[in-house]
């Protein structure tokens, strides 16, 4: 892993909250965009992150072998007055999508008809997360997750279309880093129905930001910014009249610059929206390649302050990402659904075929999943809601667990449906047949695998913050810029870290047969998790210690250490949800124990993986593979024509493409 930007530890140790932030310091600017080190790479993304913990947060604790359960229990709570209000909302909300919306004629058509912006606007759903005194809904996080699994239970286009309008759109930023006066003229606009997009990526910019190379030169006159650039993958860029853009201010005398977010106005002249991307899945999804040619974007469109834009997005993924988990929990609801209905239905060697074994262990899965991923969803939205934890490890954990297993749960509902998973819902109809999306359904969920942080991006993002403790207290012995005063000083403070903290890890209350006893049958899957909480913290620091400054390039090693975090948080919200619940659902303590021990199988395995694995003779392998060694295994088959690039190259200057923006008309 790295270090700070400096190279230098908070100085009061891993837990101190008095360390001072770093988080909204601009990273060294490379000197040519597209042109960066490694190293440059690597200060531009460590410069972004919040480099402080002023809040609890229960998985942070967790990844140091510390089970905090008091963190998560009691279940907490939501204000009455907003549950009222919120299912008032979701009623509305539930009529609009069974009578007016056809998600199969998204489907087929790859549009979002203008009548379902129309409605969806008068319901207020293009409001759901801005302020009521702006003119939105002011859901908690908690009930606009809700609304966004039941929009895509009916058209996952529409669910998308939501949450990167308000997720990462526009209206989050502005909430959180925003001046008075950007949130006066731009929410209401948003709340009243106007789309809005972010605008990150680039066509060879993905999650390396540091090679960004949309310009923003400041003009002359100081009154604003000249926009130049082309962007990739623009979720709604289609649709959108205001947009979140990300570009880099050059740096000059006197004026630091770096990536900076602005506020840009979809029409503004020098927009050219070139192609509408074309996906396997999310048919309806508007997703645009979009180009700027000097456009003026004025000063106070600036959000949060030059430099600030990367800081920006991550914080404001924080509690985004909770978006993308809300509809792989409805996709794993909906497959529930279909799955315990056919396989009661369907006969086969004189039993329906749920009874068979084979095809139970996928129905125990698909249910036992559900169950986890939304315990996790609600547990991380009510966190986020109190505002008084940190949930920055939580959120990323429940987006990469809901993406990874929704996606598992999909292709076992193919599988229990045989040929009618692999065939399409017309073509079911057509023959008389229920028409179950199961194939529509698989496509669909596979792009959360790669939205808002691919799987690898997230094992390395939470990684980060798991061993941060770690770093900085001795990150400066490990780093190769780091003097001898400076790597004197980490030894001394991580002596002492260590001594206190080592010890904690050898006994703790899960061995105690009595503890949490509270928790009745459950009790036994928590102490399995203290334990487990503290194994992990335990190979995490003996992988430190063995690799050191390589910890950082051990990707499949950090991907496990992750992976069995995500698996003890899911563990520890199941069985502290059926507890809650177990008067009015209890049904849910049967659930939670079938979740946990099919989790305690996955961790077995995963810790086993750590130390016993392939990883180096993969890595070795790889590099031959690049190096052609085997391009003679390729032989024998017609392969993709060489004449254009893997990844196409843009110049500066106006389009010559046609504009292929849509904009929804006023109702008539």
């Not at 279909?338 to 006969?347: E, P």
């Not at 949490?516 to 995490?540: D, I, M, N």
């Not at 303590?589 to 395995?605: I, K, M």
Request: charged residues 25%; hydrophobic residues 40%; proline residues 5%.
């Amino acid at each position: 892993m790295t270090t700070t930007q400096d190279g230098r530890p908070a100085p009061d140790g891993p837990d101190s909250e008095a360390a001072p932030s770093t988080a909204g310091a601009a990273a060294p600017l490379p000197k040519e965009a597209g042109q960066v080190s490694e190293k440059e790479a690597r200060q531009v993304a460590e410069a972004a992150r919040e480099s402080t913990w002023d809040r609890p947060s229960f998985g942070k604790e967790l990844f140091l072998g510390r089970f905090r359960l008091d963190l998560i229990d009691p279940w907490p709570r939501s204000d009455p007055e907003d549950v009222a209000r919120a299912e008032e909302f979701l009623g509305r909300l539930r009529a609009f999508l069974t009578t007016e919306v056809d998600g199969a004629a998204i489907e087929r058509d790859a549009s979002i008809p203008d009548s379902v912006f129309h409605g969806l606007a008068d319901l207020g759903a293009f409001g759901m997360k801005i302020d009521r005194k702006y003119g939105g809904l002011g859901l908690s996080n908690l009930h606009y997750c809700r609304a966004l699994m039941l929009a895509g239970s009916v058209s996952p286009a529409i669910g998308a279309l939501l949450s990167a309008h308000q997720s990462i759109g526009v209206p989050q930023p502005l909430k959180m880093f925003g001046t008075a006066e950007q949130k006066q003229l731009f929410l209401p606009r948003l709340a009243a129905g106007e789309v809005s997009a972010f605008l990150l990526t680039e066509p060879d910019v993905g999650s390396d930001p540091a090679r960004l190379g949309t310009i923003a030169e400041p003009t002359e006159d100081g009154t604003g910014y000249r926009l130049n650039g082309v962007k990739l993958w623009a979720t709604n860029g289609i649709l959108a009249t205001l947009l979140v853009v990300m570009a880099r201010v050059p740096a000059t005398e006197g004026r630091r610059g770096g990536i900076t977010a602005f506020v840009v106005e979809g029409d503004s002249e020098g927009i050219t929206v070139e192609r509408r991307n074309e996906f396997i899945g999310l048919r309806g999804l508007e997703n645009s390649l979009t180009r700027f040619h000097d456009v003026f974007v004025p000063a106070e469109n600036v959000i949060g302050g030059e430099g600030k834009g990367l800081k920006i997005a991550l914080t404001t993924l924080n509690t985004g990402r909770l978006s993308l988990p809300a509809m792989c929990v409805g996709a794993g609801k909906w497959a529930l659904n279909v799955a315990r209905g056919w396989a009661a239905d369907r006969v086969q060697w004189g039993r329906p075929v749920g009874e068979h074994e084979a095809v139970a262990q996928k129905l125990s899965f698909i249910a036992a999943t559900t169950y986890g991923m939304e315990t996790m969803l609600d547990l991380c939205c009510l966190l986020a809601d109190d505002d008084r934890n940190d949930i920055r490890i939580e959120a990323a954990l429940v987006k990469l667990y809901a993406s990874e297993m929704a996606w598992k749960i999909a292709d076992e509902l193919i599988q229990i449906r045989g040929g009618r998973g692999y065939e399409t819902s017309d073509s079911l109809a057509a023959r008389g047949e229920r028409p179950a999306a199961v194939e529509q359904m698989l496509r669909d969920l596979r792009i959360n695998r790669i939205f808002e942080g691919s799987t690898e991006i997230m094992h390395l993002l939470i990684a980060r913050e798991a061993v941060d403790a770690h770093l900085s207290v001795a990150g400066d012995i490990i780093d190769p810029d780091a003097g001898l005063g400076r790597k004197a000083r980490a030894g001394a403070r991580a002596g002492a870290f260590y001594a206190k903290w080592l010890p904690t890890l050898a006994v703790g209350r899960g061995q105690r047969p009595s503890a949490y006893a509270e928790f009745g049958p459950l009790a036994a899957h928590l102490r399995q998790v203290e334990r487990s909480s503290r194994k992990l913290a335990r190979s995490t620091f003996y992988a430190m210690s063995r690799w050191q400054g390589k910890m950082e390039r051990k990707q499949a090693f950090l991907g496990r250490v992750v992976d069995i975090g995500a698996e003890l948080f899911a563990m520890s919200a199941v069985c502290v949800r059926a507890v809650a619940e177990r008067d009015s659902r209890p049904e849910n303590v049967e659930l939670a124990d079938l979740f946990c021990r099919q989790a305690r199988v996955r961790v077995d395995a995963l810790f086993a993986a750590l130390w016993d694995n392939t990883d180096s003779v993969d890595t070795a392998a790889a590099k031959r593979i690049l190096a052609g060694r085997y391009a003679g295994l390729e032989e024998g088959v017609l392969t993709p024509s060489e004449e254009l690039p893997w990844v196409a190259g843009w110049s500066p200057g106006p389009s010559t493409a046609e504009d292929v923006r849509r904009r929804i008309p006023p109702r008539p």
